[in-house]
DNA sequence: TAGTATACTGACTGTGTAGTCATTCGATGG
DNA sequence: CCATCGAATGACTACACAGTCAGTATACTA
């Protein structure tokens, strides 16, 4: 980000491949992977084609950057909001409050978060590690209700499924908020989320 | 189904459509749309490619009888076991039930269902009514939950997103299944998933 | 058995698009 | 004002694949 200390042709590199992700962002939310092509990105960067392959090598290159970027960026907001939250109570809110706020500002990320999902069944698919970063969160979330539960905060629960369903029914409420089927703000929608797992997993 | 009254050609023609079917959502599913290729179809059918283009007329609309086939299966067996199931509660555990009894026989139809989720904030993609059969789903759920609140057999939510939620968290279990990241077995899942949500939405 | 009808075939065509590269542009500096 | 050089261009190539259709095989009929 700071420029001191780049060399002009690195301040550049790095304009192009910001703009260039800007741009296959808004392209690959709107259309999809396969349905988005390299000659609609580079207008909508407003360059030309060739000028893509300067700074990346693929398509599937770019779409992973523009992928990867945005859930690396969640991934390390919802872990860092859980920790600094207090008691399971708190994690859990900050879990569905971070994810639920996070796609009214990113919105063309989440449509192209979401439409990987719907590749984790396609062991061949455009990104085999997404499965794994999948699969780690749902372990860690797995993990702090484990911890809950031995501690006594929560009832005893079979505690992977209640960690793919927490994580899941979030991911419902952000879907209807894409699909611009919430008639309520974010945070009316973490309150009955909030409240429905509570009332779900506390042993009151 | 019967063979009764139908001519030789009918036969014939409902038995090849069969087997291109199955072949279909056989490489669909493990493929998705866009990866597949006719020639894998047909190839998978025991057929040449021709064969395929006589009983369908485009790549888009088999995928598209796959895809309606079981999706009106399914939405017919989740609507008339919860009408046959008493009270808000039966209801709620038909609708899970019946969702994962269904994944475990359907594994390569749901491959493709779920990966149809993603598609569902790209506007132009392959198939615009599975949009609406969504919304309708959860229209259902949602009247059905309004009712119940008002009945008072359950507290006061925000239903349409409970909803969704109850909706999403089931399919995330049927996801995880479908992974094979459940220990579980499915009656297992259903339990676990039943009483969190009702714990979650019952007003004791 | 010959003749006809119908199901099937797979080589072929047309198209869309990922990726390339010879050429042009424009900034810098002597 | 010209020379040099890296960045940008976009016409072009190669290829994959959906969809076609002239030709073949098979089943029926007389």
Do not use: C
Not at 80 to 100: C, D, P, Y
Not at 162 to 180: H, K, Q, V
């Amino acid at each position: 980000m700071a420029f001191a200390g780049k060399t002009k042709h690195e301040i550049l590199s790095e304009f192009r491949t910001a703009e260039i992700l800007q741009a296959a962002r808004t392209v690959f939310a709107e259309k999809g992977f396969s349905e988005a092509t390299v000659d609609e990105i580079a207008e909508a960067a407003g360059l030309a084609k060739g000028t893509i392959y300067l700074y990346f090598p693929s398509k599937k290159e770019i779409y992973l950057a523009a992928l990867k970027n945005g859930v690396a960026e969640l991934a390390e907001a919802t872990r860092k909001n859980m920790e600094a939250a207090g008691g399971i109570r708190g994690k859990v809110h900050a879990f569905i409050q971070t994810r639920l706020e996070h796609v009214e500002r990113n919105r063309d990320f989440f449509k192209i978060y979401h439409a990987e999902f719907g590749n984790l069944t396609h062991p061949l698919s455009v990104n085999e590690s997404f499965r794994k970063l999948y699969r780690q969160q749902l372990d860690a979330l797995e993990a702090i209700l484990e911890k809950a539960a031995e501690g006594g905060e929560i009832r005893k629960t079979p505690v992977g499924a209640i960690a793919s369903a927490l994580y899941e029914m979030t991911r419902g409420l952000m879907l209807r908020r894409l699909l611009g089927w919430s008639g309520t703000t974010v945070e009316e929608d973490v309150e009955t989320l909030n409240e429905f797992v509570w009332r779900g997993i506390g042993n009151s």
